[in-house]
């Protein structure tokens, strides 16, 4: 079946925001809150939005007077790996996906279309910035040696991916929960992952803090 649009974004909001306080999605960043914020950056630049949502954030969009042209939900899982494979079950088919963090209101739309562009030519991609700062590798509050940053690469998300690609990985780890992001099940099964330069402005709201 020929896919019926070109890409996709899956925004995770299904989160509880444990560490936070509250429901850091619907806390202001001036005039938008953080989830309006996000959807925002993507909205003009992808054919859908899907988003595994808990009941507080989809009704919040029900209400906001966002446009809901491009956006469908999904259910949320109880993990995030469980979300994205949730939204992607609802996903329209398309060529590509980009999967982003609803608490990372501060990407660029540069960045997203960077992603973009990239898929034309590469089946996973992932947006990060090269370490700047020294990292030690510690066990136990001991160091047990020092890596080389010049290799090391902080991930952020969009990352996106070649629909059927990633759709066929989560079903494959569906039942192994043991993944911090979607690109690290691609490297578990020996698929190729490229990278794009990102801002390191482009943090996960995870305390109040982060929002000043």
Known sequence: MDSTISTSAIITAGGLSQ??????????????????TTILKFINLVDEIVIPAGFEVKEFLNQ???????IKFAPPGNTRQESVYSALMVCSNPKNVLIHDGARPFVKCETIKKVIDKLRCKKAVIAGFYAIDTIKEVEK??????LDRKRIFQTQTPQGFDYQLIKKIHLLCKDNPVFTDDSSMLEAYGAEVFVVEDSRANIKITN?????
Do not use: A
């Open 19 to 36: 560490r936070f306080g509250s429901n850091k999605l619907l806390e202001l960043i001036n005039d938008k809150t953080v989830i309006e």
């Open 64 to 70: 906001s007077g966002i446009c809901l042209d491009k």
């Open 141 to 146: 509050g001991k160091v047990i040696k020092t």
């Open 208 to 212: 109040k803090e982060d929002l000043l």
